[in-house]
């Protein structure tokens, strides 16, 4: 016997057809650079995204075409997230936070053939553009000014497209849509590529009730940036839904997000607990000195996620009357893996159990195989104690990076994506990450590779060895800290041991946030058995 339901194929398109035609009248709002607010409706919306996916068939666009973009968070560039699509290219989105030699590199990496950039990153694209050629360079002009002779202008290509005349491009659900590098431990970058079928199958998942419980009613306000696994994949669930967008532009300051949330109280937001730390305190602050004044939007809830979530900073903005849910997953999973919510079970728990739990990364979300292998290869007991590395399936998650090999480090041979993280899952499925085996240091949100800076801090003719391991910081949830060994006779001055090898590694390429802000001296890096730096006693001595 054969279904008799129709196999028609999963697609953004039909995403933006329904924002332009069901919430034609709901907002969108973005905040720009001269810290005013600009409006368009989803009508708007459809008929520019749509003249985008146009403009970019006249620029030569070929299907699986990338199309890059280096964009704060704003209405035009969720025209990419749904225009380049429509076209039959892919959104490649750029991280407009890393060093310019790594973006050049990415680029090029990816092939990115269109670069779209707002004009206020115009400098940033000036430091790589030698490491890779366009060819063609649009650019927004975000900040109102004239875009510079010789870059193509969005606006005005936008203007001379036929929004109306344009045919989406020929696609079956499995073809390309967007795609994201992810920092790795050694070694380069690596790509991640999204499909009509992966996006709209998280789509649909991310908006449940037990998930983000995203509606058409809500005020979303987008502090994750859109070159961070999509958003999040939040932008794809308000289009579908014709949810109002507030999006941030580039103000990101924690006076400012307060600032904005006056103007624009949000039901809804997302973002790294860094940004909820800021504005916590940044809203206390205000407080103080002006009471009344400052108020937090009434009843917002926030998805907050990236990394560990404090119970402390759940309590207080539940003080306030705003509720912090948490998720955790990764650029490889789209990213929405694990949820954090009130199951049935816990109707009747007390409040401190309710703390404790959002205080977890929470249980598998629909649609994704989740489970903990110990160090054995046997799948931990779900008893909130055993610990093993997370490993996850399903049809939004990467089962490879873009033109590299398969390797067992990353997935296992029955087909389950390794990540790298360390947790526990207890008997309501819920799991608790306690520790990460990626030698990676997330500081505000944002990927450090300790081994990148060992790698560069012993190319220093005073260091014989170094490691390099995260401590606990309450702003930005990790920073690193580099313990050197000096080699016979060399006596860096300690006083001028963080300037000179901060120096050193800004020279190496390093981005400025990315130095560590501290160095010690030990006497020598501590080693397992087999040899390897032994950071586990390292952190041990410097547990912060
Ligand atoms: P994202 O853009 O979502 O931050 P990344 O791929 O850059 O995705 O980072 C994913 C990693 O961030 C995870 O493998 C994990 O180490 C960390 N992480 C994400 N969410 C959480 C969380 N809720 N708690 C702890 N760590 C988290």
């Given at each position: 016997m054969k279904s008799t339901m129709m196999d028609v194929p999963l697609s953004l398109n039909h995403l933006l057809d329904r924002a332009g035609t069901i919430f034609g009248g709901n907002a969108i709002v973005s905040r720009l650079p001269d810290k005013s607010l600009v409006t368009h409706t989803y009508a708007q919306y459809h008929r520019r995204t749509r003249a985008l996916a146009s403009a970019l068939h006249s620029l030569g666009l070929r299907a699986g075409d990338r199309v890059a973009t280096l964009s704060w968070n704003h209405h035009a560039h969720l025209e990419c997230y749904f225009g380049i699509p429509a076209a039959g290219g892919v959104m490649h989105t750029l991280n407009i936070r890393l060093a310019p030699d790594e973006i050049g590199w990415i680029a090029g990496d990816a092939q990115d053939r269109i670069l779209i950039v707002d004009d206020v990153l115009l400098p940033l694209y000036e430091q790589f553009a030698h490491l890779h050629a366009f060819a063609h360079v649009v650019v927004f002009p975000f900040s109102g000014a004239a875009v510079p002779p010789e870059f193509l202008d969005y606006e005005q290509l936008l203007a001379g497209a036929d929004p109306d005349g344009f045919t989406y491009a020929e696609h079956d659900e499995n073809s390309p849509t967007s795609m994201c590098y992810t920092s790795g431990t050694t070694g380069r970058p690596k790509g991640v590529v999204y499909s009509h079928r992966s996006t709209v199958l998280h789509t649909l998942v991310g908006c449940m009730a037990d998930c983000w419980?995203?509606?058409?009613s809500d005020v979303m306000l987008p502090v994750?940036?859109?070159?961070h696994a999509n958003c999040w994949g939040l932008p794809y669930g308000a289009v579908m839904l014709g949810t109002k967008i507030v999006f941030p532009g580039p103000h990101l300051h924690p006076d400012d997000l307060l600032d904005l949330m006056q103007i624009e109280p949000p039901t809804l937001s997302v973002g790294v607990p860094t940004i909820w730390m800021g504005l916590i305190q940044a809203f206390e602050r205000a407080q103080a000195q002006?009471?009344?004044?400052?108020?937090?939007?009434?009843g917002l809830r926030s998805m907050v996620g990236g990394a560990a979530v404090p119970e402390a900073l759940i309590r207080a903005f539940a003080r306030h009357g705003v509720t912090l849910g948490q998720g955790w997953g990764m650029t490889e999973t789209s990213p929405l893996a694990t949820v954090s919510y009130p199951r049935?079970?816990?109707?009747?728990?007390s409040e401190d159990e309710h703390f404790r739990r959002a205080a977890m990364a929470g249980c598998p979300v629909p649609l994704v195989d989740l489970r903990i292998r110990t160090e054995d290869g046997l799948d931990a007991p779900w008893d909130g104690k055993t610990q093993g590395e997370i490993q996850v399936r399903g049809?939004?998650?990467?089962g490879s990076y873009h033109e590299v090999a398969v390797t067992d480090d990353k997935f296992t041979?029955?087909?389950?994506?390794?990540?790298?993280d360390v947790a526990t899952i207890d008997e309501l499925a819920f799991v608790r990450i306690?520790?990460?085996?990626?030698?990676l240091i997330k500081s505000g949100g944002e990927w450090i590779s300790s081994v990148d800076l060992e790698n560069a801090l012993m190319?220093?003719?005073?260091?014989?060895e170094a490691a390099v391991i995260a401590i606990p910081d309450e702003k930005w949830s990790e920073r690193p800290l580099a313990c050197i060994v000096l080699k016979p006779?060399?006596?860096?001055a300690m006083i001028d041991v963080a300037g000179t090898l901060g120096a050193h590694l800004l020279q190496h390429?390093?981005?400025?946030?990315?130095?560590?802000d501290r160095f010690e001296v030990i006497d020598a890096v501590p080693r397992t058995s087999?040899?390897?730096?032994?950071k586990l006693k390292l952190r041990e001595r410097f547990p912060r």
């Open positions: 419980d995203l509606r058409g994750t940036p859109m070159f002006t009471p009344g004044r400052w108020k937090m939007p009434e049935a079970e816990l109707k009747d728990a049809p939004f998650i990467t041979a029955d087909g389950w994506l390794r990540t790298g306690t520790d990460r085996t990626k030698d190319a220093h003719p005073a260091i014989a006779g060399q006596h860096l390429g390093f981005a400025k946030w990315q130095v560590p087999t040899g390897k730096f032994w």
